[in-house]
C-alpha cells in the first residue's frame, strides 16, 4: 500500500511539474521536435549584421512556425502555452481575436529588456524568442520607424 500511495504522490509532483513550465522549457520542449519548423540566429550572426545595420542589443532570436504540425503537436504547444508559468516574465500583452490568442512576456532587469517572448496560438501557432539587453528606447524607436508598415 505505501508503494502505491509513493507512486502517485511521484506521478502528482511529476505532473505538477509538468504543467507549470517556465519559458526556457517550453523553447527546449519544442526545438527538439522534428515537425516543428525553426529558424535560429545567434550571437556571432548577429555581431556580423551589426556591421551593416542596427540591431538594438539583440544577441539572439529563435522563431519556431508549428503550420507543418500534426494536430498532436499544435494541441501539445496550445496546452504548454495554456500552463505557461515563469515568474521572471511579465506579460506585456495578452490579445484575443478572432480565435488567436497572442501573448508578449518580456523578462527586465536592471531596467533592460533581457528577454522578449512572442506566443501566437489559435488557427496558426508560433514562438519567437528574443535574447539581448534591449533598452525600452530602442523598441519605441523600432515603433515609430515601422508604425506604418514600413
Known amino acids: ?14 505532473q505538477m511539474g509538468y504543467s507549470q513550465q517556465g519559458v526556457e522549457q517550453l523553447v527546449k520542449r519544442f526545438a ?22 542596427e540591431t538594438n542589443g539583440v544577441k539572439s532570436v529563435n522563431v519556431m512556425d508549428f503550420s507543418a504540425c500534426g494536430d498532436e503537436v499544435r494541441n501539445e504547444f496550445q496546452q504548454a502555452v495554456k ?4 515568474p521572471a516574465f511579465d506579460m506585456m500583452v495578452n490579445h484575443n481575436e478572432e480565435g488567436v490568442q497572442t ?37 519605441e524607436h523600432v515603433m515609430n520607424d515601422h508604425k506604418h508598415g514600413h
Not at 4 to 13: A, E, G, P, R, S
Not at 32 to 53: D, K, N, P, Y
Not at 83 to 86: F, P, R, S, T, V
Request: proline content about 1%; hydrophobic content about 50%.
Open 1 to 14: 500500500m505505501k508503494q502505491v500511495l509513493c507512486m502517485l504522490l511521484f506521478l502528482l509532483v511529476t
Open 32 to 53: 527538439r521536435s522534428e515537425q516543428v519548423e525553426q529558424v535560429h540566429v545567434g550571437r556571432m550572426l548577429l555581431t556580423i549584421a551589426s556591421l551593416f545595420t
Open 83 to 86: 500552463a505557461l508559468k515563469d
Open 103 to 139: 501573448r508578449v512576456l518580456v523578462r527586465i532587469e536592471k531596467e533592460c529588456i533581457r528577454e522578449l517572448v512572442v506566443l501566437t496560438t489559435g488557427a496558426e501557432n508560433a514562438l519567437v524568442h528574443i535574447k539581448g539587453k534591449i533598452q525600452p528606447s530602442d523598441i
